[in-house]
């Protein structure tokens, strides 16, 4: 019998807060998270993370390792042309921004239970087999 496994896919803000100094409550959270599911981060969420660590000006190096042990901790899904098609759809049915719709996307084609954030409402169900966990309740 086949061992069920929680999956919980990681928006950005996640990743930025564990490796973020000046939020150490949203640090501790955002760790225990990733502690307790089997993770799965989108290419897209990568680039959104590197994006954001240049803004805060993290060293490239700084970063480089940061996506080398981001990479080896998690899964990681790629965005293709069938993601960017269901987010469009999940963008027009649900009214998000798009880029929260590829998020969605993604983590409905990883066949996520969760998808841990802090930027949609927490216990939205989507497509009844996605369930939004928002970090800040």
């Known amino acids: 019998m086949p061992i069920s496994v929680t999956r919980a896919f ?15 409550d949203k640090r501790k959270q955002a760790i225990t998270q990733m502690n307790s599911y089997y993770r799965i981060v989108s290419t897209q969420i990568l680039s959104e993370f590197c994006s954001v660590s240049i803004r805060k000006l993290m060293q490239p190096n700084v970063i480089e390792e940061s996506l080398s042990l981001i990479r080896r901790k998690n899964k990681i899904s790629i965005v293709t042309l069938n993601t960017i098609k269901k987010g469009i759809y999940i963008q027009s049915k649900y009214n998000f921004t798009y880029y929260d719709s590829l998020i969605i996307a993604s983590a409905l084609e990883t066949e996520c239970d969760f998808l ?22």
């Open 10 to 24: 990681l928006d950005t803000n996640i990743l930025i807060y564990i490796y973020s100094v000046d939020e150490p």
């Open 116 to 137: 841990i954030t802090e930027d949609l409402q927490n216990g939205q169900l989507f497509e009844e087999k996605l369930t939004i966990f928002n970090i800040l309740v």
